[in-house]
């Protein structure tokens, strides 16, 4: 099953209420995590960090890391990327390729990832949107960022970045575009299912360590 | 050579002729893979309906995946935001049918103005406990018309007002 862990509502940038893309979403079997910045009970909520410095975003992070089930950095910045991915308490670096000409993702910044567990999205929307040699453009990042990820174990993770009801897409249709362009069956696999829950499972326990290192085991 | 059948749906914010989706699709799939991938797959659109606004393609059995990414990265016919739903595969047409395309989605046609969020919307149409509606204000007027859509989507819980659980 598909776990779409960028996708935006009204409460953000989007044009669908909450409840309706979950039901969209339900309707084509995969799963949501709304990436509005707002703590929802009924859905996985997650919080997309936009800032202009590194400061600002370790700020932010501090101040957010724990009220939402995982943590996104809008990429696109070089110096961004390598801060997001420096940071153990991101979760997922989003579109590093974002307004650039190259992925946004060199050996510093695939390194880091591998090492801080910070996952690469690549969103499914800037595929589809793209027409021509920009799409061209587009599949040459990712297959960019593919490479570096085989080369540097980090892992990708795949969204649609939805920012309406029509840009969801299901778990065959987002496997089929992924293995067209590249990925293979289980690498597409991974990235659409695995990895997002071991986000989310990370996550979890990160939530329950009372400092660095130390968590308090229920028995 | 198998052949595969593959159902699907658009789904959009108008319905479509069958000509805009043959063109749509065809398009789609030889920007992606072109002519001697898609004349190697095969590919056809055999049927759209246009009241229900789905139909199917025939393909290769080999390029079932190739055309299932050629239809879900259409992202627009005529200047309108669109998904092309993939509903399902089947080796003959008699089995896609009952499958996947006994299903109908009635829209309602309805005009009643609500307000949600305290803001003023006409809900536009219907589908079970969907609402698609118009908004008036601005700000959501160009963010609608910056995704190339016209109606934003809500459910009928949004409107009578429970709230969508957020505890902020």
Redesign the interface.
């Known amino acids: 099953m598909f776990i779409d862990l960028r996708v935006h509502s009204?409460?953000s940038?989007g044009?669908?209420?909450?409840?309706?893309?979950l039901?969209?979403a339900a309707s084509?079997g995969i799963k949501l995590g709304l990436c509005d910045g707002?703590?929802?009970?009924?859905?996985l909520s997650g919080i997309e960090i936009k800032a202009e410095s590194k400061r600002a975003m370790i700020r932010a992070l501090r101040k957010s890391w724990r009220r939402f089930d995982y943590v996104v950095v809008h990429g696109g910045e070089a110096k961004i990327n390598r801060a997001a991915t420096r940071d153990t308490r991101v979760d997922i670096l989003a579109h590093p390729y974002l307004g650039r000409r190259d992925s946004g993702v060199d050996v510093v910044v695939a390194r880091q990832a591998a090492e801080n567990g910070v996952a690469i999205e690549v969103d499914l929307w800037s595929?589809?949107?793209a027409?021509?040699i920009a799409?061209v453009r587009q599949l040459q990042k990712v297959h960019r960022i593919l490479l570096l990820s085989r080369k540097y174990g980090f892992d990708i993770v795949v969204t649609s970045g939805a920012?309406?009801?029509?840009?969801?897409?299901?778990s065959?249709?987002?496997?089929?575009?992924l293995?067209?362009i590249g990925f293979s069956q289980s690498e597409a696999r991974r990235a659409i299912e695995e990895v997002p829950m071991e986000i989310l499972e990370k996550k979890r326990l990160a939530k329950q360590e009372l400092s660095r290192g130390v968590r308090l085991v229920e028995d | 050579m198998r052949k595969r059948y593959i159902a699907f749906r658009v789904e959009s914010d108008r319905s479509f002729k069958r000509e805009e989706v043959v063109r749509a699709i065809v398009s789609s799939a030889l920007a992606m893979f072109g002519e001697a991938r898609v004349a190697e797959a095969n590919m056809m659109v055999l049927d759209f309906d246009e009241d229900e606004q789905q139909g199917f393609v025939v393909c290769s059995h080999l390029s079932v995946a190739d055309i299932i990414a050629s239809l879900s990265l259409v992202s627009e016919i005529s200047g309108e935001r669109v998904h092309i739903r993939t509903l399902g595969t089947s080796g003959t047409v008699k089995a896609l049918k009952r499958k996947f395309l006994n299903r109908k989605r009635h829209f309602i046609n309805a005009e009643s103005t609500v307000k949600f969020k305290g803001k003023e919307f006409v809900v536009v149409r219907e589908s079970g406990e969907c609402c698609d509606a118009l908004p008036r204000d601005e700000e959501l007027i160009n963010r609608l018309k910056l995704r190339k859509m016209r109606f934003i989507g809500v459910t009928k819980s949004d409107l009578r007002g429970e709230e969508d659980a957020a505890d902020t």
Do not use: C, F, M
């Open positions: 009204l409460n940038s044009v669908d209420s909450p409840a309706r893309l039901r969209e084509l707002v703590a929802y009970d009924n859905a595929i589809i949107s027409k021509g799409r920012k309406s009801r029509y840009e969801l897409r299901g065959k249709e987002a496997e089929a575009i293995t067209s």
